[in-house]
């Protein structure tokens, strides 16, 4: 036989694979007539288009992709070595406001200590985060998991529904926000409260004076580590285009997996990264944990910046 095929359009290894496969499922018939079967009893369920050879290097070679990296270590505490290696390097950059990486893990841990004191927090405990870009949204991140809880990012744009559904799902008791967004936070945890015996969801925001006193007053040593690898690290909720959000859980052992000892790509200290994907958006794992537990430097452009790039 013979293909006749546009050269424009296909490479020479591309008809080569089409006649392998072509000629693999046409052996296949040809064994299943022989084998006392009619061809009409065949079922395309029982037919592959793969041959042994290529079924091995696509089902088995392809996919080691074993490795070793620290799976029993938790994000923050694997940010917390780093701060041992680099803590007078800058961490994080918003606006011409820098933060090294040991003054970001005092505040962060002083936000711990607060939430653990007031509110227990603890192992898979959820803390809603409803930011604008800053580095308060970096200090509330590492808070909560420092205080061993998980984070449940929204974004200010989303409308009040929404927000209140999220804030309804996951039952959280604290909700760490900006003071600008504060009282809109106040009226929709209300509402979401109304009828709940119990049920009450309290707004921080995080640059407010009285917080920002009441913080000064707790440890700045890292707290006791009480999650594990295996508690969640965050929950990210999808658009519920097809229905009602739905939250994905996030455990600290996936984020980990996902940005320490990797091998397609090399990152140090001398590295930097941008910020860029909304805090409510799967993106930013890669964008914060790859830069923050391996020493490089964050930039965070703020949301102006942000429009005038998409402009």
Not at 106 to 122: P, Q, T, V
Not at 164 to 185: F, P, S
Not at 281 to 310: C, M, Q, R, Y
Request: negative net charge; aromatic residues 8%.
């Amino acid at each position: 036989g013979s293909f006749n095929y546009a050269v424009s359009l296909y490479t020479e290894a591309t008809i080569n694979q089409f006649i392998k496969t072509y000629t693999e499922i046409l052996g296949q018939l040809s064994r299943f007539a022989n084998d006392s079967q009619s061809q009409e009893q065949i079922k395309l369920e029982e037919l592959s288009y793969l041959d042994r050879e290529q079924y091995k290097q696509i089902v088995y070679d392809w996919n080691r992709t074993e490795r070793e990296y620290p799976h029993e270590k938790t994000v923050h505490q694997l940010f917390e070595e780093q701060v041992e290696k680099t803590a007078d390097s800058v961490a994080i950059v918003y606006e011409g406001r820098q933060l090294t990486y040991g003054e970001l893990n005092e505040r962060s841990n002083r936000l711990a200590n607060y939430l653990r004191d007031r509110y227990d927090i603890g192992p898979d405990s959820l803390v809603g985060l409803c930011l604008d870009r800053s580095e308060n949204m970096l200090i509330s991140i590492l808070g909560v998991l420092k205080a061993g809880g998980a984070y449940v990012p929204m974004d200010p744009g989303y409308p009040d529904e929404r927000i209140e559904y999220i804030l309804r799902d996951t039952n959280t008791r604290v909700v760490l926000t900006n003071k600008v967004h504060k009282q809109r936070l106040e009226g929709i945890s209300k509402c979401n409260n109304e009828g709940e015996q119990g049920a009450e969801t309290e707004v921080l925001a995080i640059d407010c004076k009285i917080l920002e006193e009441q913080l000064s007053l707790q440890l700045a040593t890292n707290p006791a580590i009480t999650a594990r690898s295996s508690n969640l690290a965050y929950i990210i909720y999808t658009s519920g285009t097809t229905g009602k959000p739905k939250g994905v859980m996030v455990g600290h052992r996936g984020v980990v997996s996902l940005v320490k000892e990797i091998d397609y790509v090399n990152i140090d200290t001398s590295d930097s990264f941008i910020q860029l994907a909304d805090i409510a958006f799967d993106a930013t794992t890669f964008e914060i944990w790859a830069s923050l537990i391996n020493g490089a430097k964050l930039f965070i452009p703020s949301d102006k910046v942000e429009l005038l790039a998409d402009i």
